[in-house]
């Protein structure tokens, strides 16, 4: 994984990422790549991608999914057990 050096941040800077982190538990460069990807937008790419794949899982079409038990019933008969 490639290491990332920031020179010269200013102090109040630093100040504000490290009080960020404690507040959610994270390290400091933990932090920093949760900000980095909101400021990149990368998060939006995986909420993108998986909205496609629950698009694509939706659009599945089973066969013979009349022939499936109702599951219901079955935990109603399991119980009668």
């Known amino acids: 994984m490639p290491l990332l050096q920031v020179r010269d941040c200013p102090d109040e800077l630093y100040e504000k990422l490290t009080q960020v982190a404690r507040s959610e538990h994270r390290s ?25 794949t629950f698009k694509a899982i939706d659009d599945l079409t089973i066969k013979d999914s009349g022939s499936f038990p109702n599951p219901a019933d079955m935990i109603r008969e399991d119980r009668e057990r």
């Open 28 to 52: 400091i460069a933990q932090q920093t790549i949760v900000l980095l990807r909101k400021a990149l937008h990368l998060n939006e790419c995986r909420i993108v991608r998986r909205q496609i």
